[in-house]
Nanobody, 119 residues
Framework: QVQLVESGGGLVQPGGSLRLSCAASEIAFSISTMNWYRQAPGKQRELVAG???????NYADSVKGRFTISRDNAKNTVYLQMNILKPEDTAVYYCNAHFVVVASNHDYWGTGTQVTVSS
């Protein structure tokens, strides 16, 4: 069983910053592309950022230049540094581990952490 444990959410004013963390079990982390998704009330879950095992990153257009995803392989942890936060960034943020074994896709999810951007 792959476990993902998120932390770092909270309430922040517009323009502020937060850093989310997601710790994963060692074996899964080493072979996984790690992603952050978010889901706002009444909206579908969307991909925010992803990072491959090789360190390639991708971002949603809405967060480019403001958010940075990184991974620490020694700690089996992925981070999402969020700067210049906006009210529209308010959502539950989910950590996702994605890997392929024998041509079969595997996805595991954390339980989510709430991020609220409000004055």
């Amino acid at each position: 069983q792959v476990q993902l444990v998120e932390s770092g959410g909270g309430l922040v004013q517009p323009g502020g910053s937060l850093r989310l963390s997601c710790a994963a079990s060692e074996i899964a982390f080493s072979i996984s592309t790690m992603n952050w998704y978010r889901q706002a009330p009444g909206k579908q879950r969307e991909l925010v950022a992803g990072i491959t095992t090789g360190g390639r990153t991708n971002y949603a257009d809405s967060v480019k230049g403001r958010f940075t995803i990184s991974r620490d392989n020694a700690k089996n942890t992925v981070y999402l540094q969020m700067n210049i936060l906006k009210p529209e960034d308010t959502a539950v943020y989910y950590c996702n581990a994605h890997f392929v074994v024998v041509a079969s896709n595997h996805d595991y999810w954390g339980t989510g952490t709430q991020v609220t951007v409000s004055s």
